[in-house]
């Protein structure tokens, strides 16, 4: 009889090293189903295979983006200071609200569309669970950017996410522009790992959810991977969606512009991909930013 207790566990992913360490190649596949499972085709899925990433316009129509607006809108007016769910810039502007679907039956229920979560079934190939959900706000002359970095070198460091098989899905509220803060990706840097050098401080999120420190690549492994990679710019009016896989290089600038940008932030994991124990930090951080709790989607647990 086997005793779990003494079970090797295989990090193919190490960060958070004490040293610089080479890049190391993707194991797994970017698309896991087939044109057949869901709404994208062939060019859509050798696309996002390539690059990392896929822009779906109006892909959530004007209804939609006018009622989550309004959504947003309430949420900021009645969002307690005191909620840990609710991330504010140093001036005191909200940044981000995590776990917006448990403030909002509207947000629930986008989740849900034609467009949304069948695209996520299709790309990891297997049912999911919502990892992490959060609205994004860049307020006009004030919104600060997010510094380069992977999504799923936190997801692996921090929240014991263990292999690539996640996917988010961006929802625009607000034009983007490309003046006005707009994602900026490396397409094709999804197919390298970058391990980054820093132990994880104590309770990290505290901070890095309102600047990254932790978890970035050294400026010189950045300058490599943008000239490997280049540097494609995401903009596109509102509603427009943008799946991109969970370890694409990404980043934003900081908005000076009047013009604010605002979206809805889904991460969809797969359920054969549960959390375990994270491989760079003593602790797993809160429920808000890392669900543990990975049973197949249903519409029914989603508002409380």
Same mark, same amino acid.
């Given at each position: 009889?086997?005793?779990?207790?003494?079970?090797?566990?295989?990090?193919?992913?190490?960060?958070?090293?004490?040293?610089?360490?080479?890049?190391?190649?993707?194991?797994?596949?970017?698309?896991?189903?087939?044109?057949?499972?869901?709404?994208?085709?062939?060019?859509?899925?050798?696309?996002?295979?390539?690059?990392?990433?896929?822009?779906?316009?109006?892909?959530?129509?004007?209804?939609?983006?006018?009622?989550?607006?309004?959504?947003?809108?309430?949420?900021?007016?009645?969002?307690?200071?005191?909620?840990?769910?609710?991330?504010?810039?140093?001036?005191?502007?909200?940044?981000?609200?995590?776990?917006?679907?448990?403030?909002?039956?509207?947000?629930?229920?986008?989740?849900?569309?034609? &467009?949304?979560?069948?695209?996520?079934?299709?790309?990891?190939?297997?049912?999911?669970?919502?990892?992490?959900?959060?609205?994004?706000?860049?307020?006009?002359?004030?919104?600060?950017?997010?510094?380069?970095?992977?999504?799923?070198?936190?997801?692996?460091?921090?929240?014991?996410?263990?292999?690539?098989?996640?996917?988010?899905?961006?929802?625009?509220?607000?034009?983007?522009?490309?003046?006005?803060?707009?994602?900026?990706?490396?397409?094709?840097?999804?197919?390298?790992?970058?391990?980054?050098?820093?132990?994880?401080?104590?309770?990290?999120?505290?901070?890095?959810?309102?600047?990254?420190?932790?978890?970035?690549?050294?400026?010189?492994?950045?300058?490599?991977?943008?000239?490997?990679?280049?540097?494609?710019?995401? &903009?596109?009016?509102?509603?427009?969606?943008?799946?991109?896989?969970?370890?694409?290089?990404?980043?934003?600038?900081?908005?000076?512009?009047?013009?604010?940008?605002?979206?809805?932030?889904?991460?969809?994991?797969?359920?054969?991909?549960?959390?375990?124990?994270?491989?760079?930090?003593?602790?797993?951080?809160?429920?808000?930013?890392?669900?543990?709790?990975?049973?197949?989607?249903?519409?029914?647990?989603?508002?409380?």
């Amino acid at each position: 009889m086997s005793d779990n207790r003494f079970v090797v566990r295989e990090d193919r992913y190490p960060t958070r090293l004490d040293e610089p360490a080479d890049p190391i190649p993707r194991a797994e596949p970017t698309v896991w189903g087939r044109e057949p499972d869901g709404p994208l085709d062939q060019a859509d899925l050798q696309s996002i295979a390539a690059d990392g990433y896929l822009i779906r316009r109006s892909a959530v129509g004007d209804n939609w983006v006018s009622t989550l607006r309004d959504e947003l809108n309430r949420i900021g007016a009645q969002a307690d200071p005191r909620d840990p769910r609710i991330i504010r810039e140093p001036s005191g502007s909200i940044r981000s609200v995590f776990q917006p679907h448990l403030f909002s039956d509207v947000i629930a229920e986008v989740i849900t569309l034609d &467009t949304v979560l069948p695209v996520a079934r299709q790309l990891l190939g297997s049912d999911v669970y919502l990892h992490q959900a959060r609205i994004n706000l860049m307020p006009g002359f004030t919104g600060t950017g997010f510094y380069w970095h992977s999504d799923f070198e936190t997801w692996h460091a921090e929240d014991g996410m263990p292999a690539m098989r996640a996917v988010s899905c961006s929802i625009s509220l607000t034009d983007n522009f490309p003046y006005n803060g707009s994602l900026m990706v490396m397409p094709g840097s999804h197919r390298t790992f970058y391990p980054c050098v820093g132990a994880t401080p104590r309770n990290n999120h505290t901070s890095s959810l309102v600047k990254q420190e932790i978890g970035v690549p050294s400026q010189a492994t950045l300058a490599e991977a943008a000239a490997r990679h280049g540097i494609d710019q995401v &903009t596109g009016p509102a509603g427009t969606v943008l799946w991109f896989d969970s370890n694409l290089m990404h980043g934003s600038g900081s908005n000076i512009t009047p013009f604010p940008r605002s979206n809805v932030f889904l991460v969809f994991n797969s359920i054969e991909n549960q959390l375990v124990s994270p491989f760079g930090a003593e602790g797993s951080r809160p429920e808000y930013l890392a669900a543990r709790d990975g049973r197949p989607f249903s519409t029914l647990s989603l508002v409380q």
